[in-house]
């Protein structure tokens, strides 16, 4: 069952087409992986899903709803997002920017209440995130705040998580566990997830399905296996590759020549 | 694992603690002028004339100093959060540069004798310039903070250019008045102004408050706010035009007083923390508090004469802002 619908999106910055004719579904408990060079309209895309951008052509579906018809305050209930980055201007504290997520929740002058400290506590633990809880934004490492964001994100209560390229700036070890923390939220939490990412060896091991994006154009959709081939690869990215089986899970695997 | 995080009780208590502050800031003040009444004589019994000059005159202008105080420092949390700067203050769309335009043009004309005349037309002042600040910076439907931030230091630089220039070319005896403007002037105030300031500023504080998460999430990022529920422009346009007004206001009526928006929203974020639910009451109070005994100060520290409030709130605001910029990564 689909929850999430790109009909026909297009988008363009000036005169410049940087997404066109993007049309997919994605299904109910799946995790989703965008992949395709640089400037191939991925953020973009992962914008207009979640309706910050609104698309020139086309439409978005959440659900039965056109996403540009519908009220932030409802968006935000269903799609929570992890950003790429976090800017530091004032000291919030890292339990203030997880209770954050309860925005969509509470009215314009409810404070927090027990329930909503309860769930920013499961999201904190899930998150491995509960021992710097008291400790300023500013004074962690680029892996712990990209924890915290995405705890923030399931304090939101989402049915559907986007995560914006979240392992730029981490080492392999928490590239893993940033990927591993994903998988274990799809199956425990039942979150739909939608992650962009640039590194293909990654998506493959841990998507249920891809969707490789060429010049803002849909290229090809489907599992690992079938969209992850040299062939594919070479013809979007433009780069030899060797493409063989992860001797541990079978999934396609990427070396470069 | 418990959270610190703010809540009702945390508001309340710390607005009960400033709101004893500010009262006790109001009582010594009125005990403390050129007419020396020892505090001791409020339990012993004033004289005739003892009562006129504490309800009469000083009163009038305490309550005046806090709203005006109140108003700025409210205004100036308010910039720093929209503009994500936190060395924003209530000048720096230019504001006080439209106001002093208007107010100095209404000096050397001769406006002063038409009831409400200078300050109406400083405040005239203000509005054009923010209108056209605003119409500067807009980008289709969009306020992009940085560009805001520089159509105000433009407009101001090129305010700053014209004042130089009524002052250096007029003749005017009325050069003296124009000079205690800039530098703030709380002595004038009618009860009239005094009211019509103390109305909007408890109407900008309820409609500030409102959006108190919204500005939250706006200080961390407009994209965070969005994807977090927000409607980030129609809040945006609310916060600036109240913001806006208070400061507007404010200026009209006592000049250009420097430092306090600038200074006392940092330093009540350095003691509650950055969340506006406690950000705005604090900066309301402690704004009052201060620009009260920044007044008593004025009026006292030369007696008989005068200092304008604006030299005093300089001379505390900017060594205290020097150390906070050498304390390195300040906010």
């Known amino acids: 069952m689909a929850i999430m619908r790109a009909d026909k999106v297009g988008f363009q910055y000036g005169q410049q087409w940087v997404l066109r004719d993007v049309t997919f579904e994605v299904r109910q408990g799946e995790v989703l992986g965008i992949i395709g060079p640089n400037g191939s309209g991925k953020t973009t ?4 899903l979640d309706g910050i951008l609104e698309p020139r052509e086309g439409c978005v579906w959440l659900r039965d709803r056109d996403i540009s018809q519908t009220g932030r305050e409802v968006v935000a209930k269903a799609i929570g997002v992890v950003p790429q980055d976090y800017s530091m201007y004032f000291p919030f504290s890292v339990e203030e920017i997880v209770l954050m ?48 964001l995405i705890a923030r994100a399931i304090t939101q209560e989402p049915q559907i998580l986007l995560l914006d390229e979240p392992t730029t700036y981490l080492d392999i070890k928490h590239q893993v566990a940033l990927f591993q923390l994903m998988k274990m939220l799809n199956k425990k939490e039942n979150l739909s997830v939608i992650v962009v990412t640039q590194d293909i060896n990654l998506a493959s091991q841990y998507c249920d399905r891809i969707l490789l994006l060429k010049n803002g154009r849909f290229f090809s959709m489907g599992p690992p296996s079938e ?31 | 694992m418990v959270f610190r995080t703010v809540n009702l009780l945390k508001v309340l208590e710390i607005s009960f603690l400033l709101l004893v502050v500010l009262t006790v800031s109001i009582a010594v003040s009125l005990f403390v002028g050129v007419t020396d009444i020892g505090i001791f004589r409020g339990i012993t019994g004033l004289t005739r004339m003892e009562k006129e000059i504490i309800f009469s005159i000083r009163l009038p202008r305490i309550l005046f100093a806090g709203i005006v105080g109140a108003s700025l420092s409210m205004a100036g949390a308010v910039f720093q959060a929209l503009l994500r700067n936190p060395l924003a203050d209530p000048y720096i769309l230019g504001i006080s540069g439209g106001a002093a335009v208007g107010a100095i043009f209404g000096i050397l004309i001769g406006a002063a004798v038409l009831p409400l005349g200078i300050p109406g037309l400083a405040f005239l002042g203000a509005v054009l ?23 105000g230091v433009i407009v101001n630089a090129f305010f700053s250019a014209i004042i130089m220039f009524l002052i250096s070319t007029s003749t005017s005896s009325e050069i003296h008045n124009v000079m205690f403007w800039l530098m703030g002037d709380l002595s004038l105030a009618t009860t009239g102004e005094i009211a ?32 977090l529920g927000i409607n980030v422009e129609k809040a945006k346009k609310i916060l600036f035009v ?26 009540m974020r350095m003691m509650f923390g950055p969340d506006h639910r406690i950000l705005l009451p604090a900066s309301f109070l402690f704004g009052a508090s201060f620009l009260v005994v920044a007044d008593t100060i004025a009026r006292t520290l030369m007696a008989p004469s005068e200092l304008p409030v604006g030299v005093i709130t300089a001379i505390c605001g900017a060594p ?3 150390y906070l910029l050498r304390k390195g990564r300040g906010y």
């Not at chain 1, 895309?45 to 207009?48: F, G, N, R, V």
């Open chain 1, 45 to 48: 895309l992962l914008k207009i």
């Open chain 1, 101 to 148: 997520g309860r925005t969509p929740h509470l009215g314009l002058l409810r404070f927090e209440g027990q329930k909503d400290f309860a769930i920013a506590r499961r999201a904190m633990e899930m998150t491995d995130t509960t021992e710097f809880s008291q400790r300023g934004m500013g004074e962690l490492s680029g892996g712990e705040r990209q924890r915290v």
């Open chain 1, 227 to 257: 969209v992850i081939t040299s062939e594919n690869i070479q013809k979007v990215y433009e780069t030899d590759v060797l493409v063989d089986s992860h001797p541990h899970t079978g999934l396609p695997r990427v070396t470069l020549i």
């Open chain 2, 129 to 151: 310039t923010v209108i056209s600040v605003f119409g500067i910076a807009r980008t289709g439907a969009q306020l992009r903070s940085n560009t805001l931030l520089l159509a």
């Open chain 2, 196 to 227: 019509l300031t103390g109305t909007i500023l408890l109407a900008g504080f309820a409609v500030l408050y409102a959006y108190a998460r919204p500005m939250n999430l706006i200080v961390v990022s407009e994209e965070t706010a969005l994807q």
């Open chain 2, 242 to 267: 109240t913001a806006s007004l208070l400061t507007g206001v404010a200026v009209a009526v006592s000049g250009i007083i420097g430092f306090v928006g600038l200074v006392i929203p940092h330093l």
């Open chain 2, 320 to 322: 205290y802002f020097i």
